[in-house]
């Protein structure tokens, strides 16, 4: 996961810078108003990087939702103490979601501003301290998610490590064995 995830938010801070630096350009070329073609590629480029910030973060939420599920499961199924891994999986899951949600929100704020000065009922100022606050909180939103997702693989091959010892003790085939018999 920490490869699909840095391959993603690599790609979307390339929008997003992509996008800033062409909105940048367009304003000072007055895109808006002459239909410059600085303005178009700014347009479309934002449009592209707020969605892939959508999906990003998406996945992330998606990601701990589902793991923090089967830790959970498999914690009810063997009888695992709450902590440390369990408590853990539901620690990251809290650290990860306000930063991510906050990303989120601010590229949807900053795509709402940018359509409100395109028709001149917001000054432009205002998207663009908007697109650079989304620039921020998502360099901040995607380093703490990649550290969270480290640590959360690491739980999960915990996890994983206890279960086989536990099955052992109960004289059942390892995870990988049970795996292999399944027709």
């Not at 996945?59 to 701990?64: A, C, D, M, P, W």
């Not at 695992?80 to 650290?95: E, G, V």
């Not at 795509?111 to 000054?123: I, S, Y």
């Not at 995607?142 to 052992?168: H, K, W």
Request: hydrophobic share 55%; aromatic share 10%; glycine share 6%.
């Amino acid at each position: 996961m920490t490869r699909i995830f840095t391959i993603l938010a690599v790609v979307d801070s390339l929008l997003l810078f992509l996008s800033y630096g062409f909105g940048v350009a367009s304003k000072l070329s007055a895109g808006a108003k002459t239909g410059h073609p600085t303005f178009w590629f700014h347009f479309l480029l934002g449009l592209a990087a707020a969605m892939m910030t959508l999906l990003v973060h998406c996945l992330i939420f998606t990601y701990f939702l589902g793991t923090g599920r089967w830790v959970k499961e498999v914690k009810l199924a063997y009888d695992l103490p709450d902590a440390p891994l369990p408590r853990l999986t539901r620690d990251l899951k809290r650290r990860v979601f306000p930063p991510a949600l906050f990303a989120m929100l601010a590229a949807i704020a900053t795509g709402a501003a940018g359509a409100a000065a395109q028709v001149e009922l917001w000054p432009w100022e205002i998207h663009a301290t908007l697109a650079t606050l989304t620039l921020l909180v998502n360099l901040w939103a995607f380093r703490l998610e990649y550290r969270c997702l480290q640590i959360n693989m690491g739980v999960l091959d915990d996890v994983m490590r206890e279960v086989d010892r536990l099955r052992a003790l109960r004289g059942l085939p390892s995870n990988a064995e049970a795996l292999q018999q399944q027709p």
